[in-house]
């Protein structure tokens, strides 16, 4: 087997608070790409519009919603953890306000 051929698994990991202005963009960047990427989500209970928007990629992400706003470092942890128990190849953290090219 030629190495090129492996599968490698990517975990996307995304914390979102108030993403209002940006969660689409960025998520429409991973989900246009042509690999086959995981995307996890973990909501730092949003007080705008945040929720509605994640809710029409359901099908599409594993999503963590939060009743409190748990901060960026904490939230990272649960998705590192996820990743690492499913033994992902790659963790890749990305910021709710940026975007795939």
Known sequence: MNISD???SVLIAIVTYNAVPYIEKCLASITSQQYEIDIFIVDNNSQDHTKSI???YED???IKYSDINLGFGQANNIMLKYGIQ???DYIFLLNQDTYIL
């Open 54 to 56: 994640l809710e029409q």
């Open 6 to 8: 492996e599968k490698i």
């Open 86 to 88: 499913r033994d992902y």
């Open 60 to 62: 599409e992400l594993i």
